[in-house]
Nanobody
Framework: QVQLMESGGGSVRPGGSLRVSCKIS????????MGWFRRRAGQGREGVAF????????NYADSVRDRFTISLDRDQTTVSLQMNNLQPWESGVYYC?????????????????WGQGTQVTVSS
């Protein structure tokens, strides 16, 4: 089994930066890729970024490209999302997720294991 534990998040002013991280434990070798998703108020959950655990290949939603960076640590057991130039409309709960299959990219439905979520609030 795989377990995920998120950390980070919090509050920041518009234009500020935050970093969220997700520790992967358990049968890490079964994880094909890791994704970050968010659920904004009144919205469904949307894909933000994902990364392949074996080769580090990654991609982003157009709305965050060039502002957010997803990364894996050297042990490939912690995935982080650096978020720069955050805007108020990006406030919400951010989730990490593990895909044990062939990697669903930004499509949430293929992910098998989810973290508990961490709140990100962008407000002046």
């Amino acid at each position: 089994q795989v377990q995920l534990m998120e950390s980070g998040g919090g509050s920041v002013r518009p234009g500020g930066s935050l970093r969220v991280s997700c520790k992967i434990s358990g049968n890490v070798a079964t994880v094909r890729c890791m994704g970050w998703f968010r659920r904004r108020a009144g919205q469904g959950r949307e894909g933000v970024a994902f990364i392949y655990r074996d080769d580090g290949g990654r991609n982003y939603a157009d709305s965050v490209r060039d502002r957010f960076t997803i990364s894996l640590d050297r042990d490939q057991t912690t995935v982080s999302l650096q978020m720069n130039n955050l805007q108020p409309w990006e406030s919400g709960v951010y989730y990490c997720a593990a895909d044990l299959g062939r990697c669903s990219g930004l499509d949430q439905w293929g992910y098998n294991v989810w973290g508990q979520g961490t709140q990100v609030t962008v407000s002046s």
